[in-house]
């Protein structure tokens, strides 16, 4: 388990996302593989859910007009907007590789004690 407290800095600036290294190391592999060297990962707020925010994310070449540059990883920089940002307060970034769900990255919550609206099953 990650232990740290909110809001995390570096080099002065407040980071909203915290990212595990397993999960820097497959976003630098999967730019290299694909070619993208050099560019960043666009985070963007694709819905809220019972369980929720959801996540997206895509290789980006370039800053996006009025995107914010989180510099906090290895190997690249992140970008989100506003509304991604607030979404993104206090969430991990985690590599997964389990069986039952396959191979990849999750962005997670860890402060979401679920929901009431469906009886708080959603964890």
Known sequence: MIGFLYPLTYLGAIIMVQITPDAEKFINELLEKNQKTGHG?????????????????????????????????????????????????????????????GTGLTIRDPNFSGCSSCGGGCR
């Open 41 to 101: 990962i666009k985070i963007y707020l694709s819905g809220i859910a019972c369980s929720g925010p959801q996540f997206g994310m895509s290789f980006q070449e370039g800053v996006p007009d009025g995107d914010i540059v989180d510099n906090s990883a290895s190997g690249f920089e992140m970008y989100y907007d506003k509304d991604t940002e607030e979404a993104l307060e206090g969430c991990v970034i985690e590599f997964v590789d389990d069986p039952n769900f």
